[in-house]
């Protein structure tokens, strides 16, 4: 037993050794020495520096822009002024092409419902109608519907020689 015992101790006193350690080991007779005492104007100092960093510290927060979300929902489709011109309304007045420089050329379109004319070349918009292309005596626009682009063809309409102005 009292081997048993003798045994145990020493285990006991190996693990304490084993556990206890830190970074510095400490020699047995030398004063362990107590942590400096921080004094009011260095505490101070000491929040006034946290302070001034947390001052320097910046947030950046991110921007988001949903394209989607410009249109009211419960606003109607036919009365919003994003659906105004539809192709069936407008009126072609008159075409001035140029058979050189087809780019160049240039359309007068009339709203028909509103009354408003418009000066348009190939690539302009006016409302969700675009002008794709414009020929002697016809222009072709699009209208963007739902994701479905749908094409049209105005034709000029000519004056017939019965009829005056």
């Given at each position: 037993m009292d081997r048993s015992r003798a045994s145990a101790w020493l285990m006991v006193t190996l693990l304490l050794a084993a556990c206890g350690g830190g970074d510095e080991a400490v020699v047995a007779g030398t004063p362990?020495?107590?942590p400096p005492v921080a004094t009011d104007e260095e505490e101070a100092a000491v929040v006034a520096e946290?302070?001034?960093?947390?001052?320097?510290?910046?947030l950046v927060r991110e921007a988001f822009s949903y394209r989607g979300a410009g249109r009211d929902p419960f606003l109607s489709l036919l009365r919003s002024g994003d659906v105004r011109p539809m192709p069936q309304d407008l009126r072609v007045r008159v075409?001035?092409?140029?058979?050189?420089?087809p780019q160049r050329s240039v359309v007068t379109l009339e709203d028909t419902t509103q009354g408003r004319r418009y000066n348009l070349r190939v690539g302009d918009q006016v409302g969700r109608v675009r002008v794709v292309q414009i020929r002697e005596t016809e222009v072709v626009v699009t209208i963007e519907e739902f994701g479905?682009?749908?094409?049209?063809v105005l034709p000029i309409r000519r004056r017939q020689e019965g009829n005056t102005p």
């Open positions: 362990v020495e107590d946290e302070q001034q960093e947390l001052a320097r510290t910046e075409i001035n092409y140029d058979p050189r420089y479905v682009e749908r094409q049209f």
